[in-house]
């Protein structure tokens, strides 16, 4: 059975007027204010001879605990949700480090390859970077969405190798085929709509870059693609350009190696999960069963909160769950 959480968690209560799965959605890249944080830039450069872009908030003191933050697929350091737990971890004074997935800090990055579900080799590279710099850090992570996919594939990976104390996933697409299948559907094509929008400039962004540079090889790559043109779905861009960008053979391979569903059995490292059963993006039978879970692996699935949505309070004083409940969580599993 899963281990239970450090403390209960309180249900979730959406705000009066935000019930609808959707507006929980929408409500923070359409409405919420921005978050403002002084937050220092850091180029890591990884092996392959590309970047990851790393930006730094709260203390600097070499020991206080440090949690690495993973926004989901078209977003930033700069996503909401992603600024905003940051905000609140240094409340309690606690550091983080925001990671920009390769080209998503408003620079492209340098080769044909990008970021994906499965990349879980830039995290483990962000990670051992991290456990340099701060050696006597105690180093958590917390992924949403895209990123919490990667995070539950890494820590599956890693097993009791990994070096992190704890982890939050949060909205994980758990079998991506059947989250390719379910935002096709109904209101969800809406989101599909604007993410295909999204990735496509993603690469021809890249496309005119490295035109620009005179990288002749990566434009090679991208053009063996063959045509942009006609894709309107996740199968469509995953087929022609995730899979054989990252040696996948095809969509379904991609989806097969890179779901985290498959990993989570091998986590060895105390992890929360946190879900709503109305996410627009998942199915409830992408769900992952109790006894799919490992011993420490707290699920907690609330009956509402959309897709990284989770907002309480009101309209007039929206409040964020997420950004009390993982840093609740966090600090309590740091005391055991």
Known sequence: MPQP??????PFTPAFGLGNPHLQTLWGPLWRKTTHLERPRERLWLDDGDFLDLDWHGPHSVDAPLVLVLHGLTGSSN????????????AQGWASVALNWRGCSGEPNLLPRSYHSGASEDLAAAINHL??????????????????????????ETGSASPLLGAVAVSVPFRLDQ???RIGQGFSKVYQAHFMREML?????KQRQFLQDGRHEGLATLASLGSLDKMRTFWDFDGRVTAPLHGYADAQDYYRRASSRYFLGEIRTPTLIIQA???????????????ELSACTRFELQAKGGHVGFVDGSLRTPGYYL??????????ASRG
């Open 201 to 205: 400039a993603y690469i021809k962004n």
């Open 5 to 10: 959480s450090p403390a209960p968690a309180k």
């Open 323 to 332: 950004e009390r409940r993982i840093p609740q969580w966090l600090s309590q």
């Open 277 to 291: 059963a109305d996410d627009p993006f998942v199915y409830p039978h992408s769900l992952p069963e109790a006894s």
């Open 79 to 90: 996503s909401p949700y992603v600024a905003g737990l940051q905000r609140a971890l240094a």
């Open 131 to 156: 456990r340099a710099t701060r050696p006597l850090a105690p180093l958590y992570a917390v992924g949403y969405s895209l990123g919490g996919n990667v995070l539950l594939k890494h820590l599956g």
């Open 179 to 181: 989250c390719a299948d």
